[in-house]
């Protein structure tokens, strides 16, 4: 059994989409959501699919070791940021060496880096006028969007196509492959 933490900070559709996928999936166990986000739509989805949710504040996460004490408790075989706003503090990258993931919406090294998510990035590129842009699942180091890339993928963009048109491309994007990649990488598929 394999056991994935998920880290969110907002609507959390992306969590949703990966639990129901690995739902059935007797080798893979959710073991819970942890979010910096009291009041975050992706709590009342964790809720309505019966998943452990944990909110931890700013203080806990940088300046103590409860997020680290409660990940241990789990022994996460991944940590999958979906979603997930704030940089993952030093201790928690030194004690889960290549096992923290993330998803970032465009295809980096562009677009990427502090102030870069949600709409920003989406609006970026319709303000440069790209005719591509896509996802990209890469591992977690100390610095914003900058880890070894595990996966991209491209989506292509046209001239009436708007920020919003944008978004819906690549969420289509990330619920197609970001679970995929998670089981390739868990080696349960
Ligand atoms: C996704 O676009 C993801 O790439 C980015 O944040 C967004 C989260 O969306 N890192 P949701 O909360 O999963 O709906």
Not at 36 to 62: E, G, M, S, T
Not at 84 to 104: C, G, M, R, S
């Amino acid at each position: 059994m394999k056991n994935i933490v998920l880290f969110a900070s907002g609507s959390g559709s992306n969590v949703e989409n990966i639990v129901r996928y690995f739902q059935d999936n007797s080798k893979i166990n959710i073991s819970a959501v942890l979010s910096n986000k009291k009041d975050a739509k992706v709590l009342d989805r964790c809720n309505n699919l019966k998943i452990n949710a944990l909110y931890f504040n700013r203080n806990a996460f940088y300046a103590t070791e409860c997020v680290l004490d409660i990940l241990k408790t789990f022994d996460p075989d991944l940590i999958v940021l979906a979603g997930f706003l704030w940089k993952i503090p030093e201790n928690l990258i030194a004690a889960f060496p290549d096992k923290i993931v993330n998803i970032h919406p465009a295809l980096l090294p562009k677009y990427g880096g502090k102030g870069m998510y949600g709409n920003n990035v989406h609006e970026a590129v319709r303000a440069n006028n790209e005719t591509e842009t896509g996802i990209t699942i890469h591992y977690v180091n100390e610095n914003y969007d900058e880890g070894a890339v595990i996966r991209q993928v491209k989506t292509s963009v046209s001239a009436d196509d708007t920020p919003e048109s944008i978004a819906r491309k690549v969420h289509e994007l990330e619920y197609e492959y970001f679970p995929k990649v998670i089981a390739q990488l868990l080696e349960v598929e």
